[in-house]
């Protein structure tokens, strides 16, 4: 079966860095979706990675390695707006996204 | 532009009633999907289209109709409600399937509750 994992919950200090993981088994690969969720708001697009590697966009960076079926999304200088769910997907064989259950990021003052 | 917009944002059915969630894009997008949300799990596709006139099963189609009879408009239909379908309901639009510019746009949600 298809499977994303990601921890369900962290939680990090305002102005610190972050790193959350995802994991994925999936039958094909045609790239792999961050999200962010605010509480009661609909996903954003953050970020989109195909081949190995960083990808950077201001305070956030993401990671892929396919050999490993493993991301993993690096905010910096955590600001309290960043307190939201962070929602990995990847994108099968049949072009349909496949997505994990979300990570709730906590920031603490 | 007003992106995707979803009505209505919240409804409260009564075990076996019907209903038809709206869903509307400006953006010219030829893909559409229909997914649901609940605790603990992820996203799951409902149903999706492609473009105007056609519609396919997603992950969890059971229970649910869908029509794309206009380019900008996907139709969610319940039949007959049940329990099990309270959840929170997001539509989508992407310009293709896949890529970096072929992100997925999100509406704001319509919170359904099946008593």
């Known amino acids: 079966g298809q499977n994303i994992d990601q921890p369900t919950e962290m939680t990090a200090t305002e102005g610190a860095i972050v790193q959350i993981n995802c994991t994925y088994q999936?039958?094909?690969?045609?790239?792999l979706f961050w999200y962010q969720q605010h509480a009661g708001e609909a996903p954003t697009f953050l970020s989109y990675?195909?081949l190995d590697g960083l990808e950077e966009k201001g305070r956030f960076s993401s990671f892929l390695s396919r050999s490993k079926g493993y991301s993993y999304l690096l905010l910096k200088e955590l600001q309290m707006k960043d307190s939201a769910s962070y929602l990995c997907?990847?994108?099968?064989?049949?072009?349909?996204?496949?997505w994990g259950a979300g990570t709730k990021l906590i920031i603490k003052p | 532009n007003a992106g995707v917009t979803q009505t209505p944002k919240f409804r409260v059915l009564k075990t076996g009633q019907s209903m038809t969630l709206l869903c509307a894009q400006d953006?010219?997008?030829?893909?559409m999907y229909w997914y649901r949300q609940d605790p603990g799990m992820g996203l799951r596709l409902i149903h999706y289209s492609v473009g105007e006139g056609t519609t396919a099963k997603g992950e969890v189609p059971d229970g649910y109709n869908v029509s794309r009879l206009k380019k900008q408009n996907f139709l969610l239909g319940l039949e007959s409600a049940a329990p099990s379908q309270t959840s929170v309901y997001f539509c989508?639009?992407?310009?293709?399937?896949?890529?970096?510019?072929?992100?997925?746009?999100f509406g704001p949600g319509t919170r359904l509750t099946v008593l």
């Open positions: 990675n195909v």
């Open positions: 999936t039958s094909g690969f045609n790239g």
């Open positions: 989508a639009s992407s310009q293709l399937a896949g890529g970096p510019v072929n992100e997925q746009f």
């Open positions: 997907a990847v994108m099968d064989s049949n072009y349909q996204l496949i």
């Open positions: 953006m010219n997008h030829e893909y």
